[in-house]
């Protein structure tokens, strides 16, 4: 239901944006097989998660600007594996938005058809917790306005131990980037 206007852009505060799909503060999570067409916002976000597991689901999304496709928000032991995503932002999105942090992630064999406005991969922007052992590998970009592979922190948490290897792009606005600043307290 994302053809419309009041999901476009920046029309509602962030906590109020919709999410086809929303797991918080739970173990043991697997999500295989699902598709995700033109959600209102966010198509698939995962909150404090250990154990998580998405694989061979579709999102196709890319109606506006803040349509991400996959974001994993805090957590531990997270696989997402084997998913094609079209979207209108950030394809699969890695952020800490708590001290909980991330951690022990693999990211692998992911297709991303678009990331409209934005990256393919993106580490942050919201980066309150740690966020270490990260692996992206075997991925395939496409049609990424903004970066393939994007690293921003900017409130404070290390970011350490991040592997990118074997990353394909075709179309993006530049292949690596990356911010290290500061915002807000």
Same mark, same amino acid.
């Given at each position: 239901?994302?053809?419309? !206007?009041?999901?476009?852009?920046?029309? $509602?505060? =962030?906590?109020?944006?919709?999410?086809?799909?929303?797991? @918080? %503060?739970?173990?043991?999570?697997?999500?295989?097989?699902?598709? &995700?067409?033109?959600?209102?916002?966010? #198509?698939?976000?995962?909150?404090?998660?250990?154990? %998580? !597991?998405?694989?061979?689901?579709?999102?196709?999304?890319?109606l506006?600007?803040?349509?991400?496709g996959?974001?994993?928000?805090?957590?531990?032991?997270?696989?997402?594996?084997?998913?094609?995503?079209?979207?209108?932002? !950030?394809?699969?999105? %890695?952020?800490?938005?708590?001290?909980?942090g $991330?951690?022990?992630? &693999?990211?692998?064999?992911?297709?991303?058809?678009g990331?409209?406005? #934005?990256?393919?991969?993106?580490?942050?922007?919201?980066?309150?917790?740690?966020m270490?052992?990260?692996?992206? =590998?075997?991925?395939?970009?496409?049609?990424?306005?903004? #970066?393939?592979? @994007?690293? =921003?922190s900017?409130d404070?948490? =290390?970011?350490? !131990?991040?592997?990118?290897?074997?990353?394909?792009?075709?179309?993006?606005g530049?292949?690596?980037?990356?911010?290290?600043? #500061?915002?807000?307290?």
């Amino acid at each position: 239901n994302a053809d419309i !206007d009041k999901w476009r852009g920046m029309a $509602l505060p =962030e906590g109020e944006r919709p999410m086809a799909v929303f797991t @918080a %503060l739970s173990k043991k999570v697997s999500m295989h097989g699902v598709t &995700v067409r033109n959600a209102g916002t966010w #198509a698939v976000v995962h909150l404090e998660v250990n154990g %998580l !597991d998405i694989s061979n689901i579709t999102v196709d999304s890319p109606l506006g600007p803040t349509h991400d496709g996959i974001d994993v928000v805090d957590g531990h032991d997270v696989l997402i594996q084997g998913n094609t995503i079209n979207s209108g932002d !950030d394809g699969i999105c %890695l952020k800490s938005g708590s001290s909980v942090g $991330l951690s022990d992630v &693999v990211v692998r064999r992911n297709h991303i058809r678009g990331a409209g406005v #934005a990256n393919g991969l993106k580490l942050g922007t919201a980066t309150v917790g740690p966020m270490h052992h990260i692996l992206f =590998e075997d991925i395939d970009i496409e049609n990424a306005q903004a #970066a393939g592979m @994007a690293i =921003e922190s900017v409130d404070g948490g =290390e970011v350490s !131990d991040v592997t990118f290897r074997h990353i394909t792009m075709v179309d993006v606005g530049t292949p690596v980037f990356m911010l290290l600043g #500061a915002r807000g307290s």
